[in-house]
């Protein structure tokens, strides 16, 4: 088991990193993010991107507008290079496209980004796009409770049917690809909220391969991605990402974000997206692209503390079980783990001997740590995932997926790891 395993994208020297100039593409994805999609001229000189705060965007001719429009219509293809004028900020806007730019580098395996106003638009937008009445989708349990209820009680209404495969059971997965008629997309979320149960995304990769028309493999990278997995790259068709939690790093906004191999499958999903107006605003493309240069810093920082301080804490008589790769006892999950992920990452579940009861004390004690819902920012926060975010189960589905009553997630931070230690040593003593 890689225990010592190291974050993969610090930062080492290498005999490659002599300075000897290479091509303006070969840069590496922290030099690319922080020096492409902005051009400082066309802001005044000014070194970070203005805010183009506006609704609305000057042709420069009619002609031009008549262009742009049959473009944003698709009557009319974009020649390459060409950029069409901007028309108005719920198609794109100036810092959703200096942002899309940016993320791409970021994301192995991606030419093309859309961002969007919280990771559920981003989500509803794909599975709106893709699907029609009729269709079916197959999802990995357990599965965010947002995502739950955007399946079960919107889109089922609908007619679209939503397929639950337990995460991780590969032959019920390649099974179900196989089988299921008008399967148009298969959404895995990897690692799973809260278990961190893992999906073999080549394996689903292959599976829809095989079928005569192959469905849409989408992965809901939030928890490792994009630094430490990268699920495009192992054939996936769509990454999406809540860019609240590590992308944006500080639980100050909300926004989603969508990257993909294809081109033309963002620019369907772009569309979709200038119908419902769901795109990130002005400000908020703004701020998280300031985030983006400190990502693999944060990422790297706060999963090197999470393995820690799981190490600390996995042989404690109150702690029943861990959830954390490192400590993953099935052999498969372990292959899966090795073979797709570079670390761990900084979200870890702990079950606490004494079920709901203890699990409510252990967060009552805890001083540094806020009870509080979501994850990936700076300050460590914990949750108990079956009375909150995944409260939408039933307890047969949240029993049959692990959520048990003991179960307390915590997604760790920059804080000082002796101190974190520290807090859910002294949470534990207290239950
Ligand atoms: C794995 C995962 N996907 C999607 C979402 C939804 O993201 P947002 O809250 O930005 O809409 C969340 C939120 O917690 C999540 O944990």
Redo the contacts with the bound molecule.
Sequence with gaps: MPRSSRPQNDPVETESDTPVRRDRDANHPETEVLTRGFDPRLSVGSVRPAVFRSSTFVFSSPEAAERSFAVALGKEHAAPNENTELIYARLSHPNAEILEDQIVPLDRGATSAAVFN??????GTVLLSLCRPGSAIIHTVP?????HHLLYEMLLPWGINPIPVPAGDGPALERAIHETPNLRVVFL?TP??PTLRMTDICAAVQASSERNEPARIVV?N??LGPVFQHPLELGADLC??????YLAGFSDM???VITARDPELIERLKSTRALLGNILQADESWLLDSRLPTLSLRMNHQSHNAAQIVESLADHPKVERIHYPMYFEEPEQRRIFSAQCDHPGAVFSLEIAGGKKAAFDFIRHLEITRNA???GGMESLACHPATT?HSEMSPEELERAGVCGGLVRISVGLEDVRDLRQDYLCALDSV
């Design positions: 919280s990771g559920m638009a981003a989500i599965i965010y409770g947002g995502t979320e799973a909220n809901d939030t928890f999406v990402y809540s860019a609240t939690k909300l926004g989603g819902v979501s994850l975010t």
